[in-house]
C-alpha cells in the first residue's frame, strides 16, 4: 500500500458552526431536545476486543462512545436505541474493517454521519490517513467537535457530497456503511479512487443481492468481482461483512 499520493494536500477541514460543545447548530430547525444516556459499560469478552482493536487509544474509543451516548443522541445523529450496542453493533463492528488495508493507507469514508466507520478506524489505524466525507452540517460540526475532542491527527471532516469532491481527492480505500445499495454506492465511491484502489462497503445480509443487482454498474467502472469478507470473528459474536471492491492495478 502506498503512502498518501504524491501531489494531495490535505482538504481544509469543515468548520464546526456550533457555538458551543453542548448545542447543536442553532440554526438547525429539525434540532429537539432528546436526553443523552449513560454510555455502555465496556467490561469482559467486549473489554478485551476493545483492548486489542486500540491498544493505547482505548481512553479515546471510550471517550467517542462518551460522546456517541451523549452529544451524539442530544444533535440527533443516532437514536437513544442504539446506546446499549453502541461498542458491539457500531464502534467495534465498524474498527475491525482496519484488518483489510495495508499500513499507511488514504482512506475516504463516504457518508460517515456519526463518525461511523470513519472515526472508528481513525483510532484502531492510527497509521493511516482518513478523510471523513459528509453533505450534513450537523453532522460536520458534530464530527469536527468530537475530532478536535480526542486530538486525532490522522482525520480531515470535508462537508460535501461525495460527488462534488471528484477530482479532488485521490486515495487507496473508500468506505461506506449503510449509505445506499451498492447499485448507487458504487458511483458515488469508486470516482474517488481515480482508477486504482478498493472499496470496503459494510454490508449485512443484502450483500449478495446487492452484488447481483450491480453487476452493469460494476462493469461500467471496470470493477473486479467483488469479493464478501468476514471481519471481526475472533473478536466478535457478530462478525462484520464487508463488500471488497478493486480497480485498477489491485483488481
Ligand atoms: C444512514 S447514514 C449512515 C451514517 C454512518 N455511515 C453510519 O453507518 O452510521 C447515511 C449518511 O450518508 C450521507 N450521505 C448521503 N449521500 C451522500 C453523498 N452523496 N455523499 C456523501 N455522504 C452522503 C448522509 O448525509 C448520512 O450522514
Known amino acids: 500500500m502506498s503512502s498518501p499520493r504524491r501531489g494531495w ?5 469543515a468548520r464546526a458552526r456550533a457555538g458551543t460543545w453542548w448545542s447543536p447548530p442553532v440554526s438547525d430547525p429539525s434540532s429537539e431536545p432528546v436526553q443523552s444516556q449513560e454510555p455502555p459499560v465496556l467490561e469482559g469478552a ?3 476486543a476493545a483492548e486489542e482493536m486500540f491498544g493505547d487509544r482505548l481512553e479515546s474509543a471510550v471517550r467517542f462512545v462518551d460522546h456517541l451516548s451523549s452529544t451524539g443522541i442530544e444533535w440527533g445523529l443516532l437514536g437513544p436505541r442504539e446506546v446499549p ?3 458491539e453493533r457500531h464502534v467495534l463492528n465498524c474498527a475491525v474493517v482496519g484488518d483489510l488495508f495495508a499500513e499507511g493507507a488514504l482512506v475516504a469514508d463516504v457518508g460517515s454521519g456519526a463518525g461511523l466507520p470513519g472515526l472508528a ?15 450534513l452540517e450537523r453532522r460536520v460540526a458534530w464530527l469536527d467537535m468530537v475530532v478536535e475532542d480526542l486530538g486525532l491527527e490522522n482525520v480531515d471532516v ?18 461506506a456503511r449503510a449509505v445506499s445499495a451498492l447499485k448507487s454506492l458504487l458511483p458515488l465511491t469508486v470516482p474517488l479512487l481515480q482508477g486504482s484502489g478498493e472499496l470496503l462497503a459494510i454490508k449485512g445480509r443484502s450483500a449478495d443481492q446487492e452484488i447481483a443487482a450491480a453487476a452493469k454498474t460494476l462493469k ?21 461483512t464487508v463488500v471488497r471492491v478493486r480497480v485498477g492495478a489491485g483488481r
Open 9 to 13: 494536500s490535505a482538504p481544509p477541514r
Open 46 to 48: 467486549l473489554r478485551s
Open 85 to 87: 450496542r453502541l461498542w
Open 121 to 135: 478506524l481513525a483510532l484502531a489505524r492510527p497509521d493511516s490517513q482518513f478523510i471523513l466525507i459528509e453533505p
Open 158 to 175: 470535508v462537508r460535501a457530497r461525495s460527488e462534488q469532491v471528484v477530482g479532488n481527492i485521490a486515495v487507496d480505500i473508500v468506505t
Open 220 to 240: 461500467r467502472f471496470k470493477c473486479s468481482a467483488p469479493e464478501i469478507e468476514t471481519v471481526g470473528a475472533d473478536l466478535l459474536d457478530e462478525p462484520t
